[in-house]
């Protein structure tokens, strides 16, 4: 290797070097852009799929009644989950009773959107849904669905945002276990067999926690947390003893498997 | 010159495309999931028959590209900085890069071992990364899997791969081809 090639090689690493360095949140900016220049490409493989399947103007009746089919069971999930989340809240004012926070709380706004593509990374649990930033997402905000929580947002480009299952270990979640006080974190295993139906693992419980498979596991809902208190995660699996805490295995109450249509909780009405 | 530019432009090309291919290709439930990757074994091929110093320019784009696609941050944190993806393909690309001669020869097993060993290291990398950032040594069956299917994989892919632009290359009207004919 002559004197020019070894030169090459290290203003290359250099500048990989200076990469590495750039703060995370400019490095989510640029991850942001390259969604948004991918996003084209990357759709146009399930576009062409939906094209295939219509077939012509004597089925148009029936895409029809699948069109209005697929609205109003977006719309009905939607009022299913609005109202789960009412009367978690609704549940949680009269036990508290904090007024002061009522407002705050009383209410989402829920954003519908659509699962495009799933299980993309080798080692991660994300799924990708057709909501931006032009939609009023944004980075850490909540994803739901009538029956629980999905993950929370992470990189959001102009019409797509990235969403960590919590079926992954980055996404972490304070919780607590329905009817009793034990509180904890909630974070995905870091080696699912498959990377959509995971169990999660709730650490950090008190070693004496009387805790009976099928509890319900909530959000606790922590200053500066991304999730509102008392939204389904799912429930107890199996209780274990380790040397300085309790360990509940948790099923998530979302199959995330199958999972096509998500709400993105972007604020309060 | 402009024979390296073609084939820098149609690396970048071809990179994307890889990109698109292997986003819309479903994991292989069979192999816990492990996913097909098609832009190790593009950068291979490229890194066996460009120049080194074009070479290092295609490292640069495909690390690069790989990062930000790649990228996962949660609460203000990457689990893979951006440009290590660079380093990777650069001292991969360089290793690679020193069998120029047996594709000239058209001797195809150097390109399917190498582009095996460049997918499957690649992963083998995101896992150290991620292993050390989060702390705590986990191996499973699942990640072996998730790194040798993948390179197993790509290994099988590449004889393809040649095959198919030996035959594009055929088609090329221009004097390109018949100036690599002369060279070798």
């Given at each position: 290797?002559?004197?020019?090639?070894?030169?090459?090689?290290?203003?290359?690493?250099?500048?990989?070097?200076?990469?590495?360095?750039i703060s995370p949140s400019a490095v989510q900016s640029m991850h942001s852009g390259f969604m948004s220049w991918m996003s084209p490409f990357l759709r146009?493989?399930s576009?062409?799929?939906?094209?295939?399947?219509?077939?012509?103007?004597?089925?148009?009746?029936?895409?029809?009644?699948?069109?209005?089919?697929?609205?109003?069971?977006?719309?009905?999930?939607?009022?299913?989950a609005?109202?789960?989340?009412?009367?978690?809240?609704?549940?949680?004012?009269?036990?508290?009773?904090?007024?002061?926070?009522?407002?705050?709380?009383?209410?989402f706004k829920l954003m519908p959107a659509r699962i495009i593509s799933r299980d993309s990374t080798?080692?991660w649990n994300t799924i990708r849904i057709n909501r931006g930033f032009e939609d009023g997402v944004e980075a850490d905000m909540p994803v739901v669905t009538?029956?629980?929580i999905v993950g929370k947002t992470t990189t959001v480009s102009k019409n797509e945002a990235i969403v960590v299952l919590i079926?992954d270990?980055t996404c972490r979640i304070?919780?607590?276990?329905?009817?009793?006080?034990?509180?904890?974190?909630?974070?995905?295993?870091?080696?699912?067999?498959?990377?959509?139906?995971?169990?999660?693992?709730?650490?950090?419980?008190?070693?004496?926690?009387?805790?009976?498979?099928?509890?319900?596991?909530?959000?606790?809902?922590?200053?500066q947390g991304s999730f509102p208190?008392?939204l389904?995660?799912?429930?107890?699996?199996?209780?274990?003893?380790?040397?300085?805490?309790?360990?509940?295995?948790?099923?998530?109450?979302?199959?995330l498997?199958?999972l096509e249509d998500v709400f993105v909780l972007v604020g309060k009405? | 010159?402009?024979?390296?530019?073609?084939?820098?432009?149609?690396?970048?090309?071809?990179?994307?495309?890889?990109f698109?291919?292997?986003d819309?290709?479903?994991?292989?439930?069979?192999?816990?999931?492990?996913?097909?990757?098609?832009?190790?074994?593009?950068?291979?091929?490229?890194?066996?028959?460009?120049?080194?110093?074009?070479?290092?320019?295609?490292?640069?784009?495909?690390?690069?590209l790989?990062d930000l696609t790649y990228m996962h941050v949660v609460g203000g944190r990457v689990e893979i900085?951006l440009?290590?993806?660079?380093?990777?393909?650069?001292?991969?690309?360089?290793?690679?890069?020193?069998?120029?001669?047996?594709?000239?020869?058209?001797?195809?097993?150097?390109?399917?071992?190498?582009?095996?060993?460049?997918?499957?290291?690649?992963?083998?990398?995101?896992?150290?990364?991620?292993?050390?950032?989060?702390?705590?040594?986990?191996?499973?069956?699942?990640?072996?899997?998730?790194?040798?299917?993948?390179?197993?994989?790509?290994?099988?892919?590449?004889?393809?791969?040649?095959?198919?632009?030996?035959?594009?290359?055929?088609?090329?009207?221009?004097?390109?081809?018949?100036?690599?004919?002369?060279?070798?």
């Open positions: 290797m002559n004197r020019l090639n070894i030169a090459l090689v290290v203003a290359v690493v250099a500048v990989a070097t200076y990469f590495s360095t146009t493989g576009a062409m799929q939906e094209n295939l399947g219509s077939v012509g103007r004597r089925l148009q009746t029936l895409d029809e009644l699948e069109v209005e089919n697929k609205k109003l069971s977006v719309e009905n999930r939607e009022l299913r609005e109202n789960n989340l009412l009367t978690e809240l609704e549940e949680e004012n009269s036990r508290l009773r904090m007024a002061l926070d009522f407002r705050e709380r009383s209410s080798t080692w009538d029956l629980g079926t270990e304070a919780a607590k276990i329905e009817g009793t006080r034990e509180q904890g974190i909630i974070t995905g295993l870091r080696i699912q067999e498959t990377a959509a139906e995971g169990l999660l693992q709730m650490n950090f419980l008190s070693k004496s926690a009387k805790l009976a498979p099928a509890q319900q596991v909530l959000t606790a809902g922590v200053a208190p008392g389904v995660i799912g429930r107890i699996k199996e209780f274990r003893l380790r040397a300085l805490d309790g360990q509940a295995i948790v099923e998530p109450t979302v199959n498997a199958t009405k | 010159m402009n024979k390296v530019l073609i084939d820098l432009a149609a690396l970048f090309v071809g990179v994307v495309l890889a698109i291919v292997q819309a290709l479903p994991p292989m439930a069979d192999f816990y999931s492990a996913h097909v990757l098609l832009v190790p074994m593009v950068f291979c091929f490229a890194a066996m028959v460009l120049p080194f110093p074009v070479m290092l320019v295609g490292a640069f784009y495909t690390g690069f790989s900085p440009g290590s993806s660079i380093v990777y393909f650069v001292i991969f690309g360089s290793i690679a890069n020193g069998f120029q001669p047996a594709m000239k020869s058209r001797n195809v097993w150097p390109f399917v071992v190498l582009s095996g060993v460049c997918t499957s290291g690649y992963l083998f990398l995101q896992f150290l990364i991620i292993t050390i950032q989060r702390g705590g040594f986990l191996w499973e069956n699942a990640v072996s899997w998730r790194i040798l299917a993948p390179g197993l994989m790509a290994a099988l892919i590449a004889p393809l791969f040649y095959w198919t632009l030996s035959q594009m290359d055929r088609l090329i009207p221009d004097g390109s081809r018949k100036m690599r004919l002369i060279k070798r």
